[in-house]
């Protein structure tokens, strides 16, 4: 049987892990030595030992075996399918998964920054590179990137993304360049989207450095909780929905859910304990703000409203889903294995069953598959 067992499941976060000249069989020649770290010389040893240990199970029905005992216990790069697209789908053969959005890793680290030929250069490639890892198995569902600094080029990108059969669309959860991302000019992106019923969604890292490095001065230095100090730390984790907070605020106050109706989107791997608060004091700010500003006087519903019809996002495993669902309703939150992360976890269904005590079965199954299939505009499974 496999993991999943009689429960049918979505899986909202998923990764592939890239090896060292990942983008450059996609990249325009003359951006290639443009790209940083493309080698990723510091992490050579580990690479290599994974590169052998995939090569070795292929060889190997033994070795094969026992990385399928250890399907939810190895991370990273020496994760079953980490790299490995045929590898993959026989992980989602033994999650019993009926379908898993794959992001990236580290590819974007390359080339993000304010160079926009090697910026709209790098996400091409990735984005083609993320979609033929996808290609052979149409559970692993590509999310593109698609930055909004210049819109014009924003546009030829998301065409491209869709071309590609990209499930959703990545979008940086920052200002778009020097304007905010409901500036008119980028309606066509938007529109874009809505008219191809796809979504996009907000990732971690997408906001940038999460923490003034100043809070981490204390004379109290810490690691990160993988051991590297360069990660996630518990003040970090303190701030990592702020950028998705005022980045789902910014489109709803400013109406782009009444432009775009069928506009839908998702905040993946920043938690959801907050989106409790959050709703209400989107509502407060508009009661509080709507004599002097008119686009709050515009807006059709109330700002809580377009969440529910426009919005889903990921629960960390230990956050209190079941209150959640009690106090935000079950249409909301979905099911993430962040595969092959360690922040996943060894056992994510139980974490999360924890949980989900007291929660209907047919709230559950909204968790696990419905919601996602209603921000991807599929069949419920």
């Known amino acids: 049987m496999s993991y999943a067992g009689d429960r049918r499941i979505l899986d909202a976060d998923s990764h592939l892990m890239e090896l060292p000249g990942f983008l450059d069989p996609y990249i325009e020649p003359e ?40 399907l939810l216990v190895d991370k990273g790069w020496m994760a079953l399918g980490a790299f490995d697209s045929q590898e993959r789908s026989r992980v989602l053969d033994l999650l019993g998964f009926g379908g898993q959005l794959v992001f990236p890793t580290f590819a974007a680290t390359q ?21 033929d890892f996808c290609a ?25 993304a869709l071309d590609l059969s990209c499930a959703a669309v990545q979008v940086p959860s920052t200002a778009a360049g020097e304007r905010a991302p409901t500036h008119p000019a980028l309606d066509p992106f938007w529109g874009r989207l809505e008219q191809a019923g796809v979504p996009f969604v907000l990732h971690v890292g997408g906001g940038g450095r999460l923490l003034d490095p ?37 489109l709803i106050l400013d109406g782009i859910f009444d432009r775009f109706p069928g506009l839908r989107g998702a905040s993946i791997e920043q938690g959801a304990g907050w989106v409790v608060s959050w709703m209400h004091h989107l509502d ?29 996002f990921t629960p960390f495993n230990g956050e209190p889903v079941g209150w959640m669902i009690e106090q935000a309703g079950p249409d909301l939150f979905m ?7 360690p922040e996943g976890g060894r056992d994510p269904m139980a974490k999360f069953e924890q949980s989900l005590s007291g929660v209907t079965e047919t709230d559950k199954d909204r968790f696990y598959a419905g919601n996602m299939a209603e921000l991807l505009g599929m069949a419920s499974p």
């Open 31 to 70: 951006l290639v030595e443009r790209l940083r770290g493309r080698e990723m010389e510091a992490l050579a040893a580990v690479l290599d030992q994974a590169v052998a240990r995939a090569e070795a199970r292929r060889t190997d029905a033994a070795k094969a075996a026992k990385a399928e005992q250890r």
């Open 335 to 341: 099911f993430s294995t962040d595969y092959p992360h």
């Open 284 to 312: 407060q700010a508009q009661r509080a703000f709507r004599r002097t500003e008119e686009p709050l006087r515009r807006l059709q519903l109330r700002p809580s409203e377009y969440v529910h019809r426009h919005l889903k």
């Open 111 to 131: 080339f993000v920054g304010r160079d926009l030929d090697r910026l709209y250069g790098g996400s091409r490639a990735m984005n083609r590179a993320v979609a």
């Open 214 to 250: 100043a809070f981490h001065d204390n004379a109290m230095p810490v690691t990160d909780h993988l051991g590297g100090g360069e990660n996630i730390r518990s003040k970090d984790y303190l701030a990592i929905h702020h950028s998705p907070e005022l980045f789902l605020g910014a």
């Open 136 to 160: 052979a198995d149409p559970r692993l569902l590509p999310v593109g990137f698609v930055p909004l600094a210049d819109p014009d080029r924003a546009m030829t990108l998301t065409q491209d």
